[in-house]
Every structure is written in C-alpha cells, then in structure tokens.
C-alpha cells in the first residue's frame, strides 16, 4: 500500500518494497525485513534529514503497543537526484529514501498492518512535518 501527498516544500510517494510475510510467531523478529522507499523533492534550506516510524495497528484499526525492535529509523540508503522524486516544478533536488525495518516483531497474537510514516525534519529538530505514510498488508501473528 502506498500514498501520495503535496505539500509547500516537497512532493513525494511513499511505498512499502518488501512486505511482512502472511503469518509470523508471536515475539519472533519479521522476516525478510520490512523496508519502505520514500521518493521526496527535497529543499535544502529548509529541511535537515528524514527519518521514518512505524506504528502497529489491529485489524479493526486500533493502535496497538504490541511492536517490538526498533520503530524509528534513518534512511538506510538515499539516492540523490532521483527522477521519479518529486515531479516537476519546485525548487531542491530529488531524492529516493530507503528504510530497513530489520529487527521488528509483535508481542501478542492476532491481525495486524503497519503504518509507517515518514517525517521530514527542520536543520535544528525543532519541527517536523510528516510528508507521507503507507501501510503493510494485514499479517497474522501466531
């Protein structure tokens, strides 16, 4: 699952790669490991870094506190410069954003999907603006 959103500063995509599998262990790390691509027309001068979080929810769309590993993470890979970032128009330069989610698991069983937002942070970390989100397919947790 996948969404697109505009804002002043940026135009980007945000697209979760590589999905969690059908059915996982209670507690046991989610393999292969979830990684999401943010495709983000970036401006320099007003923003610093990215960085991506992850959120689990149930089925019925409740937030649940359930998620193990770590939930916050820096790009893993930045491709500068990238064409499909961004569109036209604007100023700044395109970037494609990788985010490896490698050690996550879920501490109880049932129906689950990960949202996972991407922030776009300002030079001193005082504010962030969260420029895209996508979810994971549903997975069951056995």
């Known amino acids: 699952m996948s969404s ?24 046991t790390i989610i393999y292969p490991a979830i990684v ?4 983000v027309r970036w401006s320099p001068s007003t923003m610093s870094y990215l960085s991506a979080m992850a959120t689990l929810y149930s089925s019925s769309g409740d ?10 993470k820096s790009p893993l890979e930045i491709q500068e410069d990238h064409a499909g970032a961004g569109g036209s128009g604007g100023s700044g330069s395109g970037i494609a954003a990788y ?9 109880s069983a049932g129906t689950f999907y990960i949202n996972f937002s991407v922030m776009a942070w300002s030079h001193d970390q005082s504010a962030c603006e969260v420029v895209g989100q996508a979810n994971t397919n ?3 947790v056995y």
């Open 138 to 140: 549903y997975f069951g």
């Open 4 to 27: 697109s959103r505009s804002s002043p500063r940026q135009t980007q995509s945000v697209a979760v790669l590589v999905q969690p599998p059908e059915n996982v262990a209670v507690n």
């Open 99 to 107: 985010f490896s989610f490698d050690d996550l698991s879920v501490a």
């Open 63 to 72: 937030i649940e506190y359930a998620l193990r590993g770590n939930i916050n």
């Open 36 to 39: 999401v691509r943010a495709e």
